[in-house]
């Protein structure tokens, strides 16, 4: 199995460009996340998705935005990139087993994303 | 969800044991705590989880008190291999409304040779 799969690895912008950074999972999982991840910081919530056609805000949402079209796929868009957003993007996912707080999260290898 | 404190960071040299704890002090009858691994340049991964008294696994073992408020993970005999963050969250089974999980910034271990 390849579990979840983040492209691109790198990806240098220039501000007000727009790009969607790609995750997917091969596990069949209903729950799936995105974060970011800054220098010293810990992992923050962007969007999140319970299954297809639902998705959600977390905690730092805005300049993002997310869709959920089919199980295996959830894409992260940044509609006009700005130096703020410069940080590492990871995309995870769970099965919706018995929740969220005691479900495994299974986390991407992460996209490292430069705005210039 | 119940808010996490843990140490900022800790050294420790190869062949120590290794005790990180963290304070759950708001913790629901129906939290679990878990713990996970994050390595340089690669996504978190899970470690470990319990509910209360003691866990063991391959990899660590996890003890919680009676009262819950705390937990800690026990790395035995760690090795350069084992530095990393590490993230205690406290979360519950479905049905409790939310769907997100918080990460905080963890404990950034550092093993020594």
């Known amino acids: 199995n390849a579990g979840v799969t983040q492209t691109p690895k790198f990806q240098v912008l220039k501000t007000g460009q727009s790009m969607t950074l790609q995750c997917a999972q091969d596990m069949n999982h209903e729950y799936m996340s995105w974060y970011r991840q800054d220098p010293g910081m810990g992992l923050r919530l962007i969007h999140y998705s319970v299954g297809a056609g639902i998705t959600d805000q977390g905690e730092v949402p805005n300049g993002y935005n997310v869709s959920r079209s089919t199980t295996e796929d959830f894409p992260l868009r940044l509609l006009s990139a700005a130096p703020s957003q410069t940080s590492v993007y990871f995309c995870?996912?769970?099965?919706?087993?018995?929740?969220?707080?005691?479900?495994?999260?299974?986390f991407g290898p992460g996209t490292r994303l430069t705005v210039l | 969800l119940a808010k996490t404190t843990q140490p900022i960071s800790m050294d420790s040299y190869e062949g120590q044991e290794v005790n990180i704890t963290c304070s759950h002090n708001?913790?629901?009858?129906?939290?679990?705590i878990t713990w996970y691994q994050q390595f340089p340049s690669q996504g978190p991964r899970f470690i470990i989880q319990g509910y209360k008294t003691k866990v063991t696994n391959e990899v660590a073992s996890l003890f919680i008190p009676a009262d819950r408020k705390s937990s800690t993970l026990s790395l035995p005999r760690v090795s350069l291999s084992d530095t990393a963050v590490y993230y205690c969250?406290?979360?519950?089974?479905?049905?409790?409304?939310?769907?997100?999980?918080?990460f905080g910034k963890g404990t950034k271990l550092s093993v020594i040779p």
């Open positions: 969250l406290v979360g519950d089974t479905a049905g409790a409304g939310s769907y997100q999980l918080t």
């Open positions: 708001n913790i629901a009858t129906n939290d679990y």
């Open positions: 995870a996912s769970s099965p919706l087993g018995q929740g969220v707080g005691t479900d495994t999260q299974y």
